[in-house]
């Protein structure tokens, strides 16, 4: 059984910087997907970045693009998501979620079909 267990949410300014992890477990392939999506108080939810295990090929949302960095270690098994000069509309619940990927296609397509982690909450204050 595949878990997702998330860590490093909390309260930060406008401008700040946070990291994110997701320690991942009981995958049965070295290639899958494994990423982060949001969702705001009153919005939809958002996927704002991937990565790809198998060849570190990346995905980011143009909402966070140039201030979010996604990485992995392998020998941990963790997913890290570096967020920095955070703004308020950063605030949301974040999500780890991940799924194995098919031949051909990007993280992209896969990271939000079948696991998700529970989600800490990021507040970012004006």
């Known amino acids: 059984e595949v878990q997702l267990v998330e860590s490093g949410g909390g309260l930060v300014q406008a401008g700040g910087s946070l990291r994110l992890s997701c320690a991942a477990s009981?995958?049965?392939?070295?290639?899958?997907?494994i990423g982060w999506f949001r969702q705001a108080p009153g919005k939809e939810r958002e996927g704002i970045s991937c990565?790809?295990?198998?060849?570190?090929?990346?995905y980011y949302a143009e909402s966070v693009k140039g201030r979010f960095t996604i990485s992995s270690d392998n020998a941990k098994s963790t997913v890290y998501l570096q967020m920095n000069s955070l703004k308020p509309g950063d605030t949301a619940v974040y999500y780890c979620?991940?799924?194995?990927?098919?031949?051909?296609?990007?993280?992209?397509?896969?990271?939000?079909?079948?696991?998700w982690g529970k989600g800490p909450l990021v507040t970012v204050s004006s």
């Open positions: 990565i790809r295990s198998s060849d570190g090929s990346t």
């Open positions: 979620t991940a799924g194995p990927m098919s031949v051909g296609g990007t993280c992209r397509s896969y990271y939000g079909l079948d696991y």
């Open positions: 009981g995958f049965t392939s070295d290639d899958y997907a």
